[in-house]
């Protein structure tokens, strides 16, 4: 995993954004978050390491929706696995797993483990929470093949729909035992939550090599309150996303922690209609952006550089593939003239009478997206297309997507640490807007699902090298989750997108 690590001086008027104290979106969507604004902060020195929390949205770490909760879930609760920095699953709460040879049974045998209360994990706890998450907003999407969990001594059985190799690294959900609060179930995590006179904390268990045996929660409300708790040092870490739609300044000296996640930016491609119905236009498209600097320069190199549809971390992922499919103009160019287009006296490419013209629509609510979309939209200019950029309204860029009055679109979604591609690129598809419909494709995707270890790597590089020769969609990159904390306070910190606090047992954390 790949880890940045700085100190930041910032002011409230700057750029950095984050996702505040929504919920983090379901896999497989692309939501904005409203806007919220910060407010002036008062210098006063931390004492103690103190997390912060929402107490009136609950703890649930299924269907709640609070970020802050959520961020502290992975202290309070495990699941089967847990995602190391490459998306790869670790087993946890199972110790042994079997498949069978159709890839539809599997089989997970439970380790020992008990709840905060002292009661044993049973595969019971397992089966209730599996389904719990079927049927939840955050998780429905991820367990959509699963159709039966049951529960046999100590193993759990799954049963699948459809082969997928990679069916353990979907199974990070939080394992819970119910309580006598609904909205505060009991986990089997190396602290607990509990309510003393000076507030909520949470408690180290017996047994654990916990850094710290206590830490205190303080209450935050709206984004405005977690930047004045944070800039005043009333609270020591945040979990951000400062890239995304919210547009929160934090001041002083803190240190940025980044972290890979399956948030992939992307141009999406008109395949029913206009310019980009030819496979070369679109090829030529994917060349013509320089990705490098949209990451660099645009996004402060909170993100990671991917011609390929799945994280460069990540299993499978083909470094010279990707470099076949980089940043070039002249191969852009040529792969136009391929095309049977040519330059005109203006230097724009034009095929008779008609020029290569190109619609570029983008969701205007987030700043950032505006601004990689007006950077593309140069790129093609450069290339010598005429470009119309139109930043719509969320609502409007919804419904222009779907009723395909496009050729190009700038689109983000939030895949499964499987790296499905179902969604984007299956007919059907909730985001495949482009109608994109390729036998080869789907065939290759399913043979992905189905593949388990080395097999799989094989054909995760077949179908990145199929995705990118048809091009229905363009990767730009994926972004980076940032954990900021107090200058000076906590080191050797190696967060995960599931998990900030990974390794917390071998964080440094100072006092003062």
């Known amino acids: 995993m790949k880890s940045m690590k700085r100190l930041l001086t910032l002011t409230l008027a700057g750029a950095l954004l984050l996702g505040g104290c929504a919920g983090p979106e379901p896999e497989g969507v692309d939501t904005p978050q409203p806007k919220a604004t910060s407010a002036p902060a008062e210098e006063k020195e931390t004492l103690d390491f103190v997390l912060p929390c929402y107490p009136a949205a609950g703890f649930h770490p299924i269907t709640g929706v609070n970020r802050l909760n959520l961020t502290i879930a992975p202290l309070l609760y495990r699941g089967l696995f847990a995602l190391n920095g490459r998306f790869e699953a670790e087993e946890d709460l199972c110790k042994n797993y079997l498949v069978s040879e159709d890839g539809l049974d599997w089989s997970f045998q439970l380790a020992e483990a008990s709840f905060s209360d002292g009661t044993p994990l049973t595969a019971r706890e397992v089966v209730e929470s599996l389904n719990e998450a079927r049927r939840s907003a955050r998780y429905s999407t991820r367990l959509a093949d699963i159709t039966r969990v049951t529960e046999d001594g100590e193993w759990v059985r799954i049963t699948l729909s459809r082969p997928n190799g990679a069916l353990p690294a979907l199974l990070d959900i939080p394992v819970i035992k119910k309580g006598e609060d609904p909205l505060r179930p009991l986990g089997t995590g190396p602290y607990f939550l509990e309510e003393k006179e000076s507030g909520l904390q949470l408690t180290a268990r017996e047994g654990t090599q916990m850094p710290l045996e206590t830490i205190p929660l303080r209450t935050v409300g709206a984004g405005d309150d977690l930047v004045y708790a944070f800039d005043a040092k009333e609270i020591s870490l945040v979990d951000a996303d400062l890239i995304g739609t919210n547009v929160l300044g934090y001041s002083g000296r ?73 940043f070039d103009q002249a191969a852009a160019e040529e792969m136009l003239i391929q095309a049977g287009w040519s330059r005109n006296e203006e230097g724009r490419f034009q095929r008779g009478r008609t020029e290569l013209s190109l619609r570029l ?49 700038l689109g983000e979604t939030v895949l499964a640490a499987d790296f499905g591609l179902e969604t984007l690129l299956g007919v059907g598809g909730g985001l495949n807007y482009g109608g994109f419909v390729d036998g080869q494709t789907q065939e290759q995707m399913e043979k992905r699902r189905a593949a388990q270890g080395e097999e799989r790597e094989r054909e995760t590089k077949e179908l990145c090298a199929r995705v990118a020769e048809m091009a229905p969609i ?39």
């Open 361 to 409: 629509v983008v969701n205007q609510e987030n700043t950032y997206k505006v601004t990689v979309a007006e950077a593309l939209a140069s790129s093609l200019r450069e290339l010598g297309c005429a470009v119309t950029l139109d930043k719509l309204p969320w609502d409007e860029f919804v419904s222009t997507l779907e009723r395909g009055q496009f050729d190009l679109y």
């Open 474 to 512: 363009v990767p730009l990159c994926f972004k980076n989750g940032s954990l900021l904390t107090q200058w000076g306070q906590v080191a050797g910190a190696e967060p995960t997108q599931r998990d900030v606090f990974a390794g917390i047992q071998n964080w440094r954390i100072r006092q003062f």
């Open 254 to 326: 803190l240190e940025t922690t980044d972290y890979p996640t399956t948030s992939m930016l992307y141009v999406g491609c008109n395949m029913k209609d206009g310019a980009c119905r030819d496979q070369r236009v679109r090829q030529a498209v994917g060349r013509s952006f320089n990705r490098e600097d949209i990451v660099n320069r645009l996004l402060a190199g909170h993100a990671v550089v991917a011609e390929l549809p799945i994280h460069p971390e990540a299993q499978g992922y083909d470094w010279a593939l990707a470099e076949q499919w980089s």
